[in-house]
């Protein structure tokens, strides 16, 4: 069974950062495709980054530079480093991953609120 556990939310300041951090069972993070995703009020859930085995990153639009998709494969971790936060950020983000029948597999999530 594929857990996800997501962590590092909170409350920042506009033009502040923060890092998500993805904790992974049940998948080896450095051979599989990993995303982060996020879900704001009254709104879908889209996608904001991706990291692929082989390292390619794909980023949304609307981050502009200002985040990075990363891994650390020791500890079976993904990352989401934001900077340059604005209100617009202000979301559940959400980890996902490939499930173990060929499905998908998400964390629970943690929430990011962006303060003006």
């Known amino acids: 069974q594929v857990q996800l556990v997501e962590s590092g939310g909170g409350l920042v300041q506009a033009g502040g950062s923060l890092r998500l951090s993805c904790a992974a069972s049940g998948i080896i993070v450095s051979i599989s495709t990993m995303g982060w995703y996020r879900q704001a009020p009254g709104k879908l859930r889209e996608l904001v980054a991706e990291?692929?085995?082989?390292?390619?990153?794909k980023y949304a639009d609307f981050v502009k530079g200002r985040f990075t998709i990363s891994r650390h494969n020791a500890k079976n971790t993904v990352y989401l480093q934001m900077n340059s936060l604005s209100p617009e950020d202000t979301a559940v983000y959400y980890c996902?991953?490939?499930?173990?029948?060929?499905?998908?597999?998400w964390g629970q999530g943690t929430l990011v609120t962006v303060s003006s």
């Open positions: 990291i692929t085995s082989g390292g390619s990153t």
């Open positions: 996902k991953a490939p499930g173990r029948n060929g499905g998908i597999t």
